[in-house]
């Protein structure tokens, strides 16, 4: 069965640093989803990745993807006030539609 | 722009009361899901539906039923709703056979059980 981890699950930066997220599964995957949500939101696409290598970045977040270890990270540049948020990554399965995230990273960024 | 609707947004139960929750997506993605989240557990995978027709059981599916209508419309009935179902209940949809595009996720659902 699928399953992901992220860590860590609470991360309190200051503006201006760096940082990075953990997402660990568990089986071979198709593919790797970042989401972020706010407080009461629904959730809100960042990056997708498909394949080993795969790196993509918007802004102050890049994400990238390693197929061989199973894992993903999402970094963190020069984090900003605007970043606080909750961070989930998503693994669907190989062959079969099933869609699986971890518990999420509450991110507090402080001025 | 519609995207994925969930109603209601908002509902409270009494135990044992049965109720309905409806999902429905206008990009015509095959694939739909629902999740519930509760507080420092993700989002945790009920059920869902690869295709019109087809349903599968996820992480949590005790005490839920799903039907998937249409190809628009996927539904998640609690029949007996305990406390322990209180939580906020997303809907999402996804393109599969386009793998470059993410899951399109509902507002969601507030659902108390008193």
């Known amino acids: 069965e699928l399953k992901v981890e992220q860590n860590p699950l609470f991360l309190s930066m200051q503006e201006g640093k760096n940082y990075t997220i953990y997402c660990n599964y568990s089986?071979?995957?198709?593919?790797l989803y970042w989401y972020r949500q706010d407080p009461g939101k629904s959730l809100e696409s960042l990056f997708v990745l498909l394949s080993n290598g795969a790196v993509k970045q918007e802004g102050r977040l890049m994400a990238s993807l390693d197929t061989k270890a199973r894992l993903s990270t999402l970094h963190i540049t020069a984090a900003v006030h605007d970043l606080s948020a909750t961070y989930f990554c998503a693994v669907v399965g190989y062959n079969n539609n099933d869609m699986r995230f971890g518990a999420g990273t509450r991110l507090t960024v402080k001025p | 722009n519609a995207g994925v609707t969930q109603t209601p947004k908002f509902q409270v139960l009494k135990t044992g009361q049965s109720m309905t929750l409806q999902c429905a997506q206008d990009?015509?993605?095959?694939?739909m899901y629902w999740y519930r989240q509760d507080p420092g557990m993700g989002l945790r995978l009920i059920y869902y539906?690869?295709?019109?027709?087809?349903?599968d059981k996820g992480e949590v599916p005790n005490g839920y039923n799903v039907s998937r209508l249409n190809k628009r419309e996927f539904s998640l009935r609690l029949e007996s709703a305990a406390p322990s179902q209180t939580s906020v209940y997303f809907c999402a949809s996804s393109p599969v056979e386009i793998r470059t595009t993410e899951a399109f996720f509902g507002q969601g659902t507030r659902l108390t059980v008193v």
């Open positions: 990009m015509n993605h095959n694939s």
């Open positions: 539906s690869a295709s019109e027709g087809t349903t």
């Open positions: 089986t071979t995957s198709d593919r």
